[in-house]
DNA sequence: GTCTTCTGTGCATGCGCATGCATGAAAGGG
DNA sequence: CCCTTTCATGCATGCGCATGCACAGAAGAC
């Protein structure tokens, strides 16, 4: 016998269907072509008019789907975005995810949850796995190295909502500072001077710069910020709770509370609501980021209006911006907040 | 020349790393081993302990990490999970979502977001496309067909929350019909005659059994549910607001509301607020659910607690059970509901 | 009618990892 | 000391798709 030919690792002749998923070489084959005609027709590559229909025809009659992982792995692409949260029962990266989600979907990606652990690697090896084209990150602290181990190994990123100390990767961020400088000028504006605040944790730069800017403002008027009467915590509703009620029970109950974010600030409304305190009358809360409830008449929080989806719908831009090119310029877009009035702030009782 | 040996398609020869991510081949090079043997050494597969050692030395020093659609596509697996929700700014489903997620994360998965369109077959494909290992519906209206059709593509689901009147895949609701009947028993005890109340869509399983039960309850005690003091509406917090405006501005205003989850029964208390309505003195309102926020003062609802992490916990174990044997028994777990008696409920004014 | 573009499709191959099988070395048994 | 096991590793290959290249046929130019 003369030399065998080198045996085609796979032609046509393919075993038929195994009884596993249909695959392009299933489609090929009803359709009288081969496999890369089938991927270029599914594509929109250019296949004759004629034989794409056949193909499309087979691929509907077997209920072919593309499997996406022969294409990531083709294409080093997934169209999948990572979100990184800490805590998805807070609402107010629920509407973060919300917006961001949306935006994303109309650009054909999907999003992967992500939660932010303490372990910074094992999270940074999960997001290098390759199972995202890019990442958001929402829940930061400032000395994290997430951002620039992203930025190492290109993975595209984005920061949302807080950032770090460096530009390593893109960032969208409200204007913390100058957010609440509007409180307290509004505080004094009411005429408010025995005042307290609820901040963020100071190793983020929401609870940094909002605690910075507020301070600020009222040190320029002369009015001092009493330690008795300011607390740092987490950013969650029972810290909130807890946090002013430690407030209005210490010697120097003030008269108003600036809460870091509206989740505190629901918390100690609702705190308030438990010890019999009428608002604005006894004491006037103001809040941060004005989440959807915030509205809600039970609420009726004054606050300060970030645009959370303008900045989440960005956010979605700058990393969609970036995973089509990883090398353009690293932007930081900063959105303007705007002071909300509702119905929780008032002057002080005489 | 006598006839070449068969070229090898990539052995230990292969071009060194071409800037791209680093691949298990990269890793073996370093190490002086084969790629199979760091496939093995990283997955825990049996190889001698000095050999791990050097693998595992050369992958931290190249920052190694294996490829997930490399991963996938040789294992069929993804590790990722795939939760279909409606509305992601639906509290409820957020409650869901986390506890879902919480359980999946310790087995090792993944969350990918999908959102229910009206484009059941679109949504089918993505689902299709090998992206995840199965899926979670927790926004199915009753005629879906998504179920059939996963069973069908073999592709593991599970119900969560709503489900169809076919068994096709696992299952895990509350008991509706028991919860409603609670409430209406509560509200009969309490003297309640004239009662109203705000259902949800009839095409959901939730809107359907909670009014069910809600109704029968009534009937059997010889109350008449008078349709002006009643309405259908989607799940959401607008609705719940407007309908209850509806409600008490009919000529048949009622003592009590029912609502068919607290999302409405929020939207209905916020209502209330805004036409200053006390609660429960001129109305007793009650929700189902037990959702965190209803048992904040300002809302302090009474509800029927299902258990819901409760149930996305029992989702997500029906769902890892059927990932990993396909033939498992279709199961159906019912969770019984209580109800959770707060300060919306009272006698009816006399 | 010959020569040059296009166009459409097939062929070969790679993406990164996992795994059945073969092989050689080390350990154990008599 | 030889033969059988066991163990560790290499070899070959497949998973499903995308894509550069080659090639044949059609269309156009002259």
Redesign the pocket.
Same mark, same amino acid.
């Given at each position: 016998m003369a030399e065998q030919p080198i045996p085609? /690792?796979? $032609?046509?002749g393919?075993l038929p269907s /195994?009884g596993? #998923?249909v *695959?392009? %070489?299933d489609v090929a084959r009803l359709a009288? &072509? *081969?496999? #890369? *005609?089938v991927?270029?027709a599914?594509?929109g590559? =250019? &296949?004759?008019e004629?034989?794409r229909l056949r193909v499309l025809a087979a691929a509907e009659q077997l209920g %072919? &789907? #593309?499997?996406d $992982?022969?294409?990531s792995? $083709? *294409? =080093?692409r997934t169209n999948r975005i990572g979100v990184v949260v800490a805590d998805l029962r807070n609402h107010f990266y629920l509407e973060v995810l919300t917006a961001f989600e949306r935006r994303l979907a109309e650009a054909g990606f999907q999003v992967t949850l992500f939660r932010q652990t303490d372990d910074e690697d094992a999270l940074l090896s999960q997001l290098s796995a390759g199972g995202v084209d890019g990442v958001a990150l929402t829940s930061l602290t400032l000395d994290s190295r997430l951002p620039r181990a992203l930025r190492e190994r290109r993975l595209p990123g984005v920061l949302l909502n807080r950032e770090t100390g460096r530009l390593d990767v893109d960032v969208c961020v409200s204007d913390n500072v100058a957010g609440s400088r509007l409180v307290a000028e509004r505080l004094l504006e009411l005429g408010h001077r025995k005042v307290g605040a609820v901040f963020g944790p100071a190793d983020t730069s929401t609870g940094r710069d909002r605690a910075l800017g507020f301070r600020e403002a009222l040190a320029e008027a002369g009015v001092a910020l009493h330690p008795a009467a300011c607390r740092e915590v987490e950013y969650t509703h029972a810290s909130g709770h807890d946090a002013l009620l430690g407030i209005v029970d210490s010697p120097h109950r003030p008269t108003a509370v600036f809460c870091a974010n509206d989740v505190l600030a629901i918390g100690a409304v609702n705190a308030a609501k438990s010890r019999g305190i009428s608002l604005p009358e006894d004491l006037t809360i103001i809040g941060y980021d004005d989440m959807e409830m915030s509205a809600w008449e039970v609420f009726d929080l004054t606050t300060v209006r970030q645009g959370t989806e303008t900045m989440a719908a960005t956010a979605a831009e700058l990393l969609l911006r970036r995973v089509e090119d990883p090398d353009a310029e690293v932007r930081r877009v900063v959105v303007r907040p705007e002071l909300v009035i509702r119905s929780t702030d008032g002057p002080p009782r005489p």
């Open positions: 085609r /690792k796979r $032609a046509q393919r /195994k596993g #998923p *695959t392009s %070489y009288g &072509v *081969t496999q #890369p *005609t991927s270029r599914m594509r590559d =250019r &296949v004759a004629i034989t %072919y &789907v #593309p499997s $992982a022969g294409r792995l $083709a *294409t =080093r």
